[in-house]
């Protein structure tokens, strides 16, 4: 399979279905609208291929729910966008979900995160240029660049760096343009470590 931006890398088992009556997407969706506010989750056919991006997950008593693949270009996400990822397996590129919609392309790494780290609750996928650029300058650890979007490979890269921060953050996707996640022990918390680093890249970018 040629690498494209939002095109599925995993081997996925997917049976349609219904979401786990135990999570309250109400978060989810909610950050969904305030990324895509900011075009940190979006579509653009002068981007990537004209492919959507971005992707935001919240965890579930069984695995989690996931935006689901191309969904980024809409407006609005609703409880139909989703999907429930119940397991995956990194070393054999394997991910089993159900719910309304076949999950992101990211949701192996996603489901990495809440593996490593059982207290995270949340995870956002986003891009900005602007972030990734600055990477350096505001010390945000970023995975090695030959880990491409989407593969085992990113999986582990995301997993080594999440020792260090194990209670939430923002960290770089090297190999994967533009790509940055953050992560925390609940949705807002989640969200406030994206927002808290982008608005330091744009009130530079409004003096520059």
Do not use: V
């Given at each position: 399979?040629?690498?494209s931006e939002g095109v599925i890398q995993y081997t996925l088992d997917f049976t349609r279905g219904a979401l786990p009556t135990d999570c309250d997407a109400g978060p989810l969706l909610d950050w969904f609208g305030r990324c895509r506010d900011r075009n940190l989750i979006g579509q653009d056919p002068r981007l990537y291929g004209g492919y959507a991006y971005g992707n935001i997950s919240l965890r579930a008593s069984v695995g989690f729910i996931i935006s689901g693949t191309q969904t980024g270009g809409k407006a609005t996400l609703q409880a139909s966008d989703l999907a429930w990822v119940l397991d995956f397996d990194s070393a054999t590129n394997r991910l089993r979900a159900t719910g309304p919609a076949r999950p992101s392309s990211e949701a192996m790494t996603h489901g990495?995160?809440?593996?490593?780290?059982?207290e995270i609750a949340a995870v956002i996928h986003v891009?900005?240029?602007q972030l990734w650029q600055s990477a350096g300058r505001l010390d945000l650890p970023s995975t090695?660049?030959?880990a491409s979007y989407g593969t085992p490979a990113m999986a582990d890269a995301v997993r080594r760096l999440l020792v260090a921060r194990p209670h939430g953050g923002v960290i770089v996707m090297g190999g994967h343009e533009d790509g940055i996640i953050a992560y925390g022990t609940d949705m807002k918390l989640a969200g406030d470590h994206l927002m808290q680093a982008y608005s330091q890249v744009q009130d530079r970018s409004e003096y520059s």
């Open positions: 399979m040629t690498e990495e995160i809440y593996r490593t780290l059982p891009h900005s240029p090695d660049p030959t």
